[in-house]
């Protein structure tokens, strides 16, 4: 709703870890954007403990997405936020509590 509903982004990235918790929440932020006829420029897996997301936000990047949509916690949240800035890529990340983690906060 906040990316597609309030901020009419069009092309969004979704990235999500690949635990039982990521992987259900991508399915459910799939279905939740085909409801709105929106279908995600990229949709990319990383595992808990990664450090460096530079791939999988490349192709999201590349894709033309205007925001990511995140599904994991608070450590690999802030790679993904650090990867962005290491890029120079200034698009909104957008997901659940899990951005208000304090070890996300310290990190990114």
């Given at each position: 709703e906040e990316a597609v509903g309030k901020?009419?982004?069009?092309?969004?990235?979704?990235?999500?870890?690949?635990?039982?918790?990521?992987?259900?929440?991508?399915?459910?932020?799939?279905?939740?954007?085909a409801v709105k006829g929106v279908k995600p420029v990229a949709v990319e897996?990383?595992?808990?403990?990664?450090?460096?997301?530079?791939?999988?936000?490349?192709?999201?990047?590349?894709?033309?997405?205007?925001?990511?949509?995140?599904y994991g916690i608070g450590p690999e949240l802030a790679q993904i936020a650090n990867g962005m800035e290491k890029l120079g890529w200034k698009v909104p990340m957008i997901g659940s509590w899990?951005?208000?983690?304090?070890?996300?906060l310290d990190n990114a």
């Open positions: 901020r009419k982004f069009t092309k969004v990235a979704i990235l999500a870890d690949s635990t039982n918790y990521g992987q259900l929440g991508r399915e459910d932020l799939e279905k939740a954007l897996k990383f595992n808990i403990k990664d450090v460096d997301m530079t791939a999988q936000l490349l192709k999201a990047k590349q894709g033309g997405a205007q925001a990511v949509l995140t899990t951005l208000s983690m304090g070890n996300f």
